[in-house]
């Protein structure tokens, strides 16, 4: 019934930046931590980022500085914004989100950010 679906992704010249969003389709669930992942050809998918209900956050030391994520609780939207990119942030990035202790979490289709030299 819930899905999460990522938007803003797309193609991006070295030393730009890029704003992903997520959103779930339904306001059914309150989300406790929802983060970001990527996942790049021929390496196991990563954490990027993530954030609490109550806006405690945590990220991967190859982004810290350079990435910030947030979320609007109301909306149920968490935001990614990327910056500073070269091609070796380039991958697919998905949206996720857990409830209830992480008894169920949800994932997104995963919207690819190419970033070119």
């Known amino acids: 019934q819930v899905q999460l679906v990522e938007s803003g992704g797309g193609l991006v010249q070295a030393g730009g930046s890029l704003g992903l969003s997520c959103a779930a389709s339904?306001?059914?669930?309150?989300?406790?931590?929802m983060g970001w992942y990527r996942q790049a050809p021929g390496k196991r998918r990563e954490l990027v980022a993530q954030?609490?209900?109550?806006?405690?956050?945590n990220y991967a030391d190859s982004v810290k500085g350079r990435f910030t994520i947030s979320r609007d609780n109301a909306k149920n939207t968490v935001y990614l914004q990327m910056n500073s990119l070269n091609p070796g942030y380039s991958a697919v990035y998905s949206c996720?989100?857990?409830?209830?202790?992480?008894?169920?979490?949800?994932w997104g289709q995963g919207t690819p950010v190419p970033v070119s030299s």
């Open positions: 339904r306001r059914f669930f309150s989300f406790n931590t």
């Open positions: 954030i609490t209900s109550g806006r405690r956050t």
């Open positions: 996720h989100a857990e409830v209830a202790g992480w008894v169920y979490d949800f």
